[in-house]
């Protein structure tokens, strides 16, 4: 079993080159050993090698046997974890007569199922511990539903209600759970190749993200945060 008084843990599911490399960074420049999951291990294995004390774990966050095996071996090789940050979202853009009842599925499945599925994993020992820190990474689909958003709205509200409900149950045994509401287009290589002519203050910067996580996780217990919202200059609201 690793030492547990000596580093704090952070989990980041759904590790890519966007968002999940910039919250693994920044937790690993705060001292954090981290664990990097993603379904495929190409990219986090790299990243990890980048990082002290980083592992990179292949898990699929909808599959509650996959999940029990990668938080098993986490607790063995690096101890309880203080901050599980799940930042998987399938986005499917379609609307309700395009949609088909697998993408729907597939929608709820990653953005719900795998968010609960690995919360029970950390809960446990963070209310022993009371302390601990769960953050979800939203969408403003979760509070309206537009015409293409048949699947990726239901699926994210679902999320948001999950969340108010942990928040509600675990903020009295000293675990703060937390949604970042992210409100437009993250800037990764993948959209600047599909918008080339939009602005820098149009995209939301993945490193700025990861610096709201690392606040909630910092904020005092009289005075914690459910809900923030993170947007771009150039984002219209």
């Known amino acids: 079993m690793a030492n547990q008084t000596s580093k704090p843990v952070c989990v980041v599911v759904g590790v890519g080159p966007g968002n999940g490399a910039a919250f693994a960074r920044r937790f690993?420049?705060?001292?954090?050993?981290?664990?990097?999951?993603?379904?495929?291990?190409?990219?986090?294995?790299?990243?990890?090698?980048?990082?002290?004390?980083?592992?990179?774990?292949?898990?699929?966050?909808?599959?509650?046997?996959?999940?029990?095996?990668?938080?098993?071996?986490?607790?063995?090789?690096?101890?309880?974890?203080?901050?599980?940050?799940?930042?998987?979202?399938?986005?499917?853009?379609?609307?309700?007569?395009?949609?088909?009842?697998?993408?729907?599925?597939?929608?709820?499945?990653?953005?719900v199922l795998g968010a609960l599925l690995t919360s029970k994993q950390v809960i446990p020992a963070m209310k022993k511990n009371k302390r601990g820190s769960i953050v979800f990474i939203g969408a403003t689909a979760s509070r309206r539903g537009g015409a293409r958003t048949a699947a990726f709205a239901p699926a994210k509200a679902a999320q948001k209600s999950l969340a108010e409900s942990m928040a509600r149950h675990l903020w009295s045994s000293g675990v703060h759970v937390a949604l970042i509401i992210l409100d437009g287009?993250?800037?990764?290589?993948?959209?600047?190749?599909?918008?080339?002519?939009?602005?820098?203050?149009?995209?939301?910067k993945p490193d700025d993200i990861a610096d709201n996580v690392v606040r909630l996780t910092r904020q005092k217990p009289s005075a914690w945060s459910f809900e923030i919202e993170a947007r771009p200059f150039g984002e219209v609201w």
């Open 28 to 111: 690993a420049s705060e001292g954090y050993r981290i664990a990097l999951l993603a379904r495929h291990t190409e990219f986090t294995m790299e990243l990890a090698a980048k990082l002290d004390g980083a592992r990179a774990y292949a898990c699929d966050a909808t599959d509650a046997a996959s999940v029990e095996r990668t938080f098993a071996a986490i607790r063995q090789d690096l101890g309880d974890v203080d901050v599980l940050v799940y930042n998987p979202g399938v986005g499917v853009w379609a609307n309700v007569e395009d949609i088909t009842a697998e993408a729907f599925e597939t929608s709820w499945r990653t953005n």
């Open 185 to 204: 287009v993250v800037d990764t290589p993948a959209t600047r190749k599909m918008m080339p002519d939009k602005p820098d203050n149009f995209f939301i």
